[in-house]
């Protein structure tokens, strides 16, 4: 360009001013990036459960803090205050529930019945807790032993 030119300022043009000096970072950090996932919050009960499981030393040996509680609730307890007695009964109760299992039925096998009628008396007893429609000797049914035990009638 010589002097008495104008310098053309416009669209993909920019004044010399604002134009990007060599070695200049416009952008040095970059552009702020997508939010990444959030942070996991706890839960009170897993927070619970982690303090519980901390181990403190008591009389010279580790315990955790929940086995800690439940000694000085237990002392309490003996002593006759009302308050961790009512506490006492209710941690009993809670660790009594936690402990029963739900059990299943018990099927009782006899020892004298041949096999053949023992798997007809099976499959006609478990017939109701089925899904499939239950064995009165037609054939089709969905149970294995049946039919051979059918057949040994029929013969």
Known sequence: MSDGEVEKVGYKCPPRSGRIQKGEHRNPNGRRGKNKAPAKV???????????????????????????????????ATKGDPRAIT???????????????????????????????????????????RESVPYDGVEG????????AESDEVE
């Open 42 to 76: 706890e839960t009170d009960a897993e927070i619970l459960a982690r303090l519980d499981n901390e181990l403190v030393e008591f009389q010279g040996k580790m315990i955790t803090k929940k086995e800690a509680g439940l000694r000085v609730l237990h002392t309490l």
């Open 87 to 129: 506490a006492m009964e209710r941690v009993r109760a809670a660790a009594k529930a936690g402990s029963e299992q739900q059990r299943g039925g018990v099927l009782v096998v006899p020892g004298t019945v041949p096999l053949d009628e023992w798997c007809l008396a099976a499959i006609r007893q478990q017939a109701p807790y």
């Open 141 to 148: 049914s969905s149970a294995s032993g049946a039919k051979s």
